[in-house]
């Protein structure tokens, strides 16, 4: 089946800094990609949606300069948070939609803890 | 066992028994759902989808329900297993099923108990 990965699975970083996430589809393409954020005991709430080729569009509240989001390729996004401060920590998830099923189907990737000190 | 996602978050169920989780959608234009089995510290795994031109859909001991009339879906899990023991989550979507953004409900913690 589809699988999607992400690295790192889990980051610490100072706060301040910049941190990087990469999201890849392994055996199939994906033209868009997109990235949740969960904090803990809540649901996933969709942040932005990667496009290949093209800028990522943003949902409302989410900070484009914050959330740098570049999709280099059609298996690999990377999600960038910039200065990061203690309230950026969460639980980052990306998905990819896969056809050829009964219909196209997002599936997630493992996730990446994000924690600012 | 029977429990509605929005207002009861916890349902435990013996294990063997069967279970239903319920989720109450909100947008009456959606066109598409779906459900997520999420473990602990790991990514929404895919359980099963239904497009809203169906009302009931099957897989492997699981069942998905769709009352569009009143906005609800509901997973049913036969003859559960320790495994199943996972917070469940509902999804929307729109007509562009998979590939475009879905929506999330707030999720049901399932406990099968041994």
């Known amino acids: 089946g589809a699988v999607v990965s992400q690295h790192p699975s889990r980051v610490i970083c100072k706060s301040g800094t910049s941190v990087k996430i990469e999201c890849r589809s392994l055996?199939?393409?994906?033209?868009?990609m997109f990235w949740y954020r969960q904090f803990p005991k809540q649901s996933l709430m969709l942040m932005a949606t990667?496009?290949?080729?093209?800028?990522?569009?943003?949902e409302q509240g989410v900070e484009k300069d914050k959330f740098l989001i570049n999709h280099a390729s059609l298996t690999l996004s990377t999600l960038t948070v910039t200065s990061a401060h203690p309230e950026d920590s969460s639980f980052y998830i990306c998905?990819?939609?896969?056809?050829?099923?009964?219909?196209?189907?997002?599936?997630f990737g493992p996730g990446t803890r994000l924690t600012v000190l | 066992g029977e429990s509605v996602g929005l207002h009861l978050p916890t349902l435990s169920v013996q294990e063997g028994d069967n279970s239903i989780i319920n989720c109450a959608y909100s947008?009456?234009?959606?066109?598409?759902f779906i459900w997520y089995k999420q473990e602990s510290g790991k990514g929404p795994q895919f359980i099963i989808d239904?497009?809203?031109?169906?009302d009931k859909r099957q897989g492997q001991r699981v069942t998905v329900l769709l009352n569009k009339t009143v906005k609800h879906l509901s997973l049913q899990i036969a003859a559960t297993q320790p495994g199943d023991s996972a917070v469940y989550f509902c999804?929307?979507?729109?007509?562009?099923?998979?590939?475009?953004?879905?929506?999330f409900g707030t999720g049901t913690r399932l406990t099968i108990i041994p």
């Open positions: 998905s990819a939609p896969v056809g050829g099923g009964f219909t196209d189907t997002q599936y």
């Open positions: 055996d199939f393409q994906a033209t868009t």
């Open positions: 990667s496009n290949e080729g093209s800028k990522a569009t943003y």
């Open positions: 947008n009456s234009a959606s066109d598409y």
């Open positions: 239904i497009r809203s031109n169906m």
């Open positions: 999804a929307e979507g729109g007509s562009n099923f998979g590939n475009e953004k879905l929506t």
